[in-house]
């Protein structure tokens, strides 16, 4: 009985927490305020990142290609994804058996190195609240596996990417994401790199993929970085 009410009391706790955060404009928009509340308590993300998403999905919107995130979790963004482009296809990528083996570099802004595990989370659970999303997920496919297995096999089914969210915390997690996904994003759209500035290994990888090109890494907070692809800025 008390760990269900502390378990309750916790969930209440975190809704608020990220109420605080929610931008003072989306009270004012009830499609982005609802998608920002129903997300949140299902992603680690902050409400002032979701909001942050919504406004960039937004951005695409007019923009050929699908969305695709890699690292849904619980799949709290892909329901703000999902909530701003009803109408886009959207792909989901995630082991749902939380983070592979880490390497050296996988190490957060705390000095802790990442674990094999880390940010499990239910694929029956995430496959439960689907249903949730706007059409009920009808253009969402959810692909479960490891990035260096789903990824080659599902690119070209993807074709041209209009928004990418990598949330994969790992080096070799993002490097292969970036590998494997970066030359489908059209002109306009954009690459968001939600673990930029917490995980050490995903910078890395970021770092090194863009080294030698023009495309310029843009701080949106302390973590979340993004790289807008306007190809007018590569020569």
């Known amino acids: 009985m008390w760990t269900r009410h502390s378990r309750r009391l916790n969930h209440i706790n975190t809704t608020l927490n990220n109420l605080r955060q929610v931008p003072g404009s989306a009270f004012w928009n009830p499609r982005k305020f609802r998608a920002i509340w129903v997300g949140g308590a299902r992603t680690l993300m902050p409400a002032s990142r979701l909001a942050r998403l919504w406004d960039i999905a937004a951005e695409v919107s007019s923009l050929d290609g699908a969305v695709v995130e890699c690292g849904t979790y619980k799949g709290g963004s892909a329901f703000v994804l999902a909530s701003r482009l009803r109408n886009k296809p959207i792909w989901l990528f995630d082991s749902w058996e939380g983070c592979p083996s880490s390497s050296e570099f996988d190490i957060d ?127």
Not at 138 to 145: H, I, Q, S
């Open 109 to 235: 802004i705390s000095g802790r190195l990442g674990q094999k595990g880390d940010f499990e989370a239910s694929f029956d659970e995430f496959n439960k609240f689907l249903r949730h999303f706007p059409n009920q997920g009808k253009n969402v496919t959810a692909v479960r596996g490891w990035f260096e297995n789903t990824l080659p096999t599902y690119k070209t089914r993807i074709g041209k990417i209009s928004l990418l969210h990598l949330d994969g915390d790992w080096y070799e997690s993002t490097k292969t994401c970036l590998e494997c996904l970066f030359e489908r994003v059209v002109d306009g759209g954009f690459i968001i790199i939600d673990d930029y500035g917490y995980w050490s290994g995903c910078r890395k990888a970021v770092d090194e993929f863009v080294k030698n090109t023009n495309w310029l890494i843009e701080r949106l907070d302390d973590t979340q970085h993004m790289i807008h692809k306007i190809f007018a800025s590569e020569t």
